[in-house]
């Protein structure tokens, strides 16, 4: 029986126009009443994630909890209280910003509070509106971060190809880092051993849940942590190919076809 469903956000949950459908509400509260948690797993950070937590009824929720930073933080949605919390040391955030300044990138360093991006460009404006507020910054150093709390660095470029070079080139600065990719655009790096499955089962341990009572969800390469650590793990239709073989199921449905309802509907009810 499955107890926990730990679900991506974007490109998943949500549909195109960045909402959670009105079926897919229905269906996790459905499952919610059967006793099933219903978990957003991101790599945005929780105080993002607020109006989807609104959407699907567990904004502000005691014993409702999320996942965000890829794995890096684990909240109760109460108050958004800090569960769990894995960052990256000062001095590899800097090391992977100087890196990034070498290629064609736009670099985003994710703090508890705020996602500060450097080299910010007209079409990654246009994706993150709606999906999380930003600061923006010219300096050529962390320098203004030290002492503060960073959980994770991303460099962005919508050439897929040109971010997997990028990955290659770095083989020898990663050994210590959980290296992943999503919405097709992100080379995400957090510290290692740190994702979205090793949260889920750090939650799971929390509230009693077996592996076996889990189930997971998603679409990219960052979900993949949670899809095999999962009892159930699925990918929406719309997952990227190159995945699908590593999922239990693939659904029929997308995310803009209520396919959190659908895995509800099938798998847990």
Not at 23 to 32: D, P, S, V
Not at 89 to 101: S, V
Not at 145 to 153: R, S
Not at 215 to 226: E, F, I, K, P
Request: glycine share 8%.
């Amino acid at each position: 029986m499955i107890k926990l469903i730990a679900s991506d956000l974007d490109e998943t949950l949500l549909s195109t126009d960045r909402t959670v459908s009105l079926k897919n509400r229905e269906y996790i509260q459905k499952a919610r009443d059967k006793g099933v948690k219903f978990v957003c797993a991101t790599g945005r950070g929780y105080s993002s994630i607020q109006t989807t937590l609104e959407e699907i009824g567990s904004k502000d929720m005691e014993g409702e909890y999320t996942i965000s930073y890829n794995g890096g933080v684990i909240t109760e949605n109460k108050d958004n209280r800090l569960i769990h919390f894995e960052g990256l040391d000062f001095d590899t955030a800097e090391k992977l910003f100087f890196n990034g300044l070498k290629y064609d990138v736009c670099i985003h360093v994710y703090t508890l509070e705020t996602v500060w991006i450097y080299n910010i460009f007209d079409g990654e404006i246009d994706y993150l509106n709606g999906r999380m507020a930003f600061t923006a910054f010219d300096d050529k150093n962390l320098d203004f971060l030290k002492g503060q709390e960073i959980i994770k660095v991303l460099y962005v470029n919508t050439d897929r190809a040109y971010l997997n070079q990028i990955e290659q080139d770095m083989v020898h600065m990663t050994e210590d880092l959980d290296v992943s990719y999503s919405s097709n655009r992100y080379l995400e790096f957090n510290k290692k051993g740190v994702n979205k499955g090793a949260a889920m089962h750090i939650l799971g341990n929390l509230l009693g849940i077996r592996k076996e009572e889990m189930a997971a969800v998603g679409d990219n390469y960052n979900d993949l942590s949670m899809i095999r650590a999962a009892g159930l793990g699925a990918g929406v239709a719309n997952t990227v190919e190159t995945m699908k073989p590593e999922c239990d199921v693939i659904l029929e449905t997308t995310n803009d076809e209520d396919a959190i309802a659908d895995l509800i509907r099938q798998y847990v009810l």
